[in-house]
């Protein structure tokens, strides 16, 4: 493969340069969160390895954000992995991860945290954050909704896994786990960015986007599943390929999905340029991430 001719040279590292900047600013702020919430992030998974990957994602997928704008994209992905996190492994009854989920669900409309309740202190962090943007109110049951899918995907999940400790042929069907993907938690991430940088004003637009974004987020499953596979039969977590589907197959699915994707985020490029591109960049970085490696650390990684 030749190489670019010099100056175009220059200007790709130096945007890649400025990129990582953010990024490593980004790690800061994410490293000063776990350090304010401990317990939430056990060491490995969430190691400096994990937070800098985390960082670096977010400002790949959105190279024109400065690290305040990237601020609240990254504190939201940082807590999604806390939630999915405390949801398989400390919540070890239905009843108790059904009380988490009512419990952010009450936060995220407004109600105080109680104070030994890190999970939901670091959520309200995050909601009072955006209530101070002008769009917030309008666009509010929007976020509060997109989380509702998140955690209803998180406990469809749990209940899943345990249907399945108990009699190990109560699997549900691909499909049925596919359509499960926003437990993966990058839509709700995406509309909170969103409201924080102002991207978007109109319920209808957002209502939109997220109609995209949860198309590109089975991509991600996906994609997630076949690098994660093997950490996944570890722990314990269901994967679509305990379903009866190959890896052949689900790179198949991949191919199909990012297709409908691309139609789906050409009929944004006029109203949405910017978070079209945005999902696009997603789609692309996080396929080309999972190809070669897993945001989640252990202690293999070391």
């Known amino acids: 493969m030749s190489s670019p001719p010099l100056a175009t040279a220059f200007e790709l590292a130096a945007e890649a340069g400025r990129i990582c900047s953010v990024a490593t600013k980004g790690q800061r702020d994410l490293q000063a ?53 405390y949801i398989d492994s400390v919540a070890t009854t239905a ?40 769009a917030f109110g309008r666009l509010a049951h929007l976020w509060r909704e997109e989380l509702h899918r998140m955690l209803d995907a998180e406990l469809r999940e749990w209940q899943w896994r345990a249907a399945r400790d108990a009699d190990p042929t109560d699997l549900p069907g691909p499909a049925e786990y596919l359509d499960n993907a926003p437990g993966y938690g990058a839509t709700w991430v995406n509309v909170s960015h969103w409201i924080a940088t102002g991207a978007v004003d109109s319920e209808q637009r957002l209502a939109e986007l997220i109609t995209a974004s949860l198309a590109v987020e089975k991509v ?22 305990m379903l009866g589907v190959d890896q052949d197959d689900v ?27 945005y999902l696009r960049r997603e789609l692309g970085f996080t396929t080309s991430f999972y190809g070669g490696g897993d945001f989640w650390g252990s202690g293999d990684d070391r």
């Open 220 to 241: 991600l499953r996906l994609v997630n599943d076949l690098a994660s596979y093997g950490r996944d039969v570890k722990a314990g977590d269901l994967n679509i390929l």
């Open 33 to 85: 969160r776990v350090a304010a919430y401990p317990s939430l992030f056990p060491d490995p998974p969430v190691d400096a390895t994990m937070l800098s990957a985390l960082a670096l994602s977010t400002a790949f997928i959105a190279p024109w954000c400065s690290a305040a704008e990237l601020r609240t994209a990254n504190r939201a992905s940082l807590w999604v992995t806390a939630e999915d996190w």
């Open 95 to 134: 009843e108790t991860a059904t009380a988490t989920v009512t419990t952010c669900l009450s936060i995220a409309a407004g109600d105080a945290p109680a104070a030994d309740d890190p999970l939901g202190r670091f959520l309200a962090d995050i909601r009072d954050d955006l209530a101070a943007m002008p």
């Open 251 to 277: 790179r198949r699915q991949v191919g199909d999905q990012i297709r409908r994707c691309r139609t789906l985020l050409d009929s944004l490029a006029d109203s949405c340029p910017r978070e079209a591109v």
